[in-house]
Nanobody, 123 residues
Framework: QVQLVQSGGGLVQAGDSLRLSCAASGIPFNTTAMGWFRHAPGKEREFVAVIAWIGLTMYGDAVRDRFIVSRVNAKSTVYLQMYNLKPEDTAVYSC?????????????????WGQGTQVTVSS
C-alpha cells in the first residue's frame, strides 16, 4: 500500500519561512522522482518543484530562488523549504511520486499523491 503522508503547513506572515515534509512508503523511494504542486482557490494546479532520485531539481517560475526541495532517501522523505513567503503562495500543497511519465511539470506524470496541506500567508 502506497502512502505519502505530509506534515507542516499552517498560517504564517509574509516574509516568513515554512517547511513541508512528505514521508513515503510502499514505493521504491530511492529511485522515484518526487514533486510538489500547489492549488489555490480559483486557479489551476501549479507545479512547484521536483527532485529526481539522483538529486537534480527543477522549480516553477513563481518559487524559484525562494523554495528549496530536498530529499533524505534513508528516511524516504522529501522536503519543501519555503522562504520569503508571499500572500500569493497561499494554497494547498501536495507532494507526489512520479510514475513512468518524464515531464515532471505535469501532474499526469505522477502516480501517487499526498493528502495535501494548507499553507496560508497573511500580508
Amino acid at each position: 500500500q502506497v502512502q505519502l503522508v505530509q506534515s507542516g503547513g499552517g498560517l504564517v506572515q509574509a516574509g516568513d519561512s515554512l517547511r513541508l515534509s512528505c514521508a513515503a512508503s510502499g514505493i521504491p523511494f530511492n529511485t522515484t522522482a518526487m514533486g510538489w504542486f500547489r492549488h489555490a482557490p480559483g486557479k489551476e494546479r501549479e507545479f512547484v518543484a521536483v527532485i529526481a532520485w539522483i538529486g537534480l531539481t527543477m522549480y516553477g517560475d513563481a518559487v524559484r530562488d525562494r523554495f528549496i526541495v530536498s530529499r533524505v532517501n534513508a528516511k524516504s522523505t522529501v522536503y519543501l523549504q519555503m522562504y520569503n513567503l508571499k500572500p500569493e503562495d497561499t494554497a494547498v500543497y501536495s507532494c507526489a511520486a512520479a510514475g513512468s511519465g518524464r515531464n515532471y511539470y505535469y501532474a499526469s506524470s505522477y502516480d501517487y499523491w499526498g493528502q495535501g496541506t494548507q499553507v496560508t500567508v497573511s500580508s
